[in-house]
T-cell receptor, first 113, second 113 residues
Framework: GESVGLHLPTLSVQEGDNSIINCAYSNSASDYFIWYKQESGKGPQFIIDIRSNMDKRQGQRVTVLLNKTVKHLSLQIAATQPGDSAVYFCAERLRGSARQLTFGSGTQLTVLP | DTGVSQDPRHKITKRGQNVTFRCDPISEHNRLYWYRQTLGQGPEFLTYFQNEAQLEKSRLLSDRFSAERPKGSFSTLEIQRTEQGDSAMYLC???????????FGSGTRLTVV
């Protein structure tokens, strides 16, 4: 029979508030991390990245924090807007020749009017 | 448009049929990746090309799947004898060398009926 999609963690915020989305990554040897935004029916869209030798990086309205001690990544979105509603994924890049990305479970962000 | 292009956007096929998808990466990118994404999940790595050489394949890539990148530019992903479990979004991404940044296409949504 048809499989049921897994229930994504969800976060609902009021328009104008700040959002914090968390992610636990798996491999302590990963050297690079990216946050992607994915809207329904579309491919992942790059938001911000951070290398493993950094703890924090800021972009326009977004900040990524990396805590390598506990293998935790967070994405902060300032002044959240309706257009920010989407699923957000963190991805880690594994060391090795392929250097492919491994994605975490996503978080559905809903911005309330 | 200088992004990653994928064709077709949607494909509905009967179980047992063969399907082929195409990916045109960003022209100067020498690395090309195929991912599969099912409902409620993050993308999962399938295979990777550096120029025309297929250098790594995931265990997810069964013998019914084959990918090519004949001239080191566009790539094709073929699925033979499709099964209902193959229904998913197939995503292509490209990057340049070991530089930071992976650009995804919009994906091909496959439905096997």
């Amino acid at each position: 029979g048809e499989s049921v999609g897994l229930h994504l963690p969800t976060l609902s915020v009021q328009e104008g508030d700040n959002s914090i989305i968390n992610c636990a990554y798996s491999n302590s040897a990963s050297d690079y991390f990216i946050w992607y935004k994915q809207e329904s029916g579309k491919g992942p869209q790059f938001i911000i990245d951070i290398r493993s030798n950094m703890d924090k990086r800021q972009g326009q309205r977004v900040t990524v924090l990396l805590n390598k001690t506990v293998k935790h990544l967070s994405l902060q979105i300032a002044a959240t807007q309706p257009g920010d509603s989407a699923v957000y994924f963190c991805a880690e890049r594994l060391r090795g020749s392929a250097r492919q990305l491994t994605f975490g479970s996503g978080t559905q962000l809903t911005v309330l009017p | 448009d200088t992004g990653v292009s994928q064709d077709p956007r949607h494909k509905i096929t009967k179980r047992g049929q063969n399907v082929t998808f195409r990916c045109d990466p960003i022209s100067e990118h020498n690395r090309l990746y195929w991912y599969r994404q099912t409902l409620g999940q993050g993308p999962e790595f399938l295979t990777y090309f550096q120029n025309e050489a297929q250098l790594e394949k995931s265990r997810l890539l069964s013998d019914r799947f084959s990918a090519e990148r004949p001239k080191g530019s566009f790539s094709t992903l073929e699925i033979q004898r499709t099964e209902q479990g193959d229904s998913a979004m197939y995503l292509c991404a490209s990057s340049q060398g070991v530089a930071y940044g992976y650009t995804f296409g919009s994906g091909t949504r496959l439905t096997v009926v």
